[in-house]
T-cell receptor, first 117, second 114 residues
Framework: GAVVSQHPSRVICKSGTSVKIECRSL??????MFWYRQFPKQSLMLMAT?????????EQGVEKDKFLINHASLTLSTLTVTSAHPEDSSFYIC?????????????FGSGTRLTVV | QKEVEQNSGPLSVPEGAIASLNCTYS??????FFWYRQYSGKSPELIMS????GDKEDGRFTAQLNKASQYVSLLIRDSQPSDSATYLC??????????????FGTGTQLKVEL
């Protein structure tokens, strides 16, 4: 089945530093990947749609200069949280869909728990 | 205005009973619907997908879709304590292609009690 790998699973960083999160589709190609953020006891909130070879599409209210997205290949998208602050602490999850496979659902990575201190 | 709505729960059912989870959506353009299970601290995992009106069964799970009523449900038969989790309902506009974003409900917390 479709597998999405996400790294790191957990990161603690100092306020003002940048953190890069990687999302890889392991057994399929994904021209589009999605980045979500989830705060405790809340649902998934879509941050942006990552498009291979072109600019990401950001949801309203998400700062594109703060959350940099790069989708340089058909199997890799990265999210960089720049100048992180404590309010950026959250659970970040990527997802993608294998349109060539039998599973029509969107597969999620394992998530990255970011703590900014 | 929320596009996908779920009762947050918690919904408590005894072990072995049927758990019924419900979801309504406002976007009539939504054509594909998904149920995800999310354990605390983990990312969501796909349980069921449904695109046509009616029922779709997979093991202990049955998804039901009623497009006229804009209603989606998930039934879990013979509920087990391991089914205790938050269940997320999601809807998307178009089935084909990988670039169509999903809208998620806030999730229903299910507790299966011994």
């Amino acid at each position: 089945g479709a597998v999405v790998s996400q790294h790191p699973s957990r990161v603690i960083c100092k306020s003002g530093t940048s953190v890069k999160i990687e999302c890889r589709s392991l057994d399929f190609q994904a021209t589009t990947m999605f980045w979500y953020r989830q705060f405790p006891k809340q649902s998934l909130m879509l941050m942006a749609t990552s498009n291979e070879g072109s600019k990401a599409t950001y949801e309203q209210g998400v700062e594109k200069d703060k959350f940099l997205i790069n989708h340089a290949s058909l199997t890799l998208s990265t999210l960089t949280v720049t100048s992180a602050h404590p309010e950026d602490s959250s659970f970040y999850i990527c997802s993608a869909r294998d349109t060539a496979g039998l599973n029509y659902g969107y597969t999620f990575g394992s998530g990255t728990r970011l703590t900014v201190v | 205005q929320k596009e996908v709505e779920q009762n947050s729960g918690p919904l408590s059912v005894p072990e072995g009973a049927i758990a019924s989870l419900n979801c309504t959506y406002s976007d009539r353009g939504s054509q594909s619907f998904f149920w995800y299970r999310q354990y605390s601290g983990k990312s969501p995992e796909l349980i069921m997908s449904i695109y046509s009106n009616g029922d779709k069964e997979d093991g202990r799970f049955t998804a039901q879709l009623n497009k006229a009523s804009q209603y989606v449900s998930l039934l879990i038969r013979d509920s087990q304590p391991s089914d205790s989790a938050t269940y997320l309902c999601a809807g998307g506009a178009i089935l084909t292609g990988g670039g169509n974003k999903l809208t998620f409900g806030t999730g229903t917390q299910l507790k299966v009690e011994l």
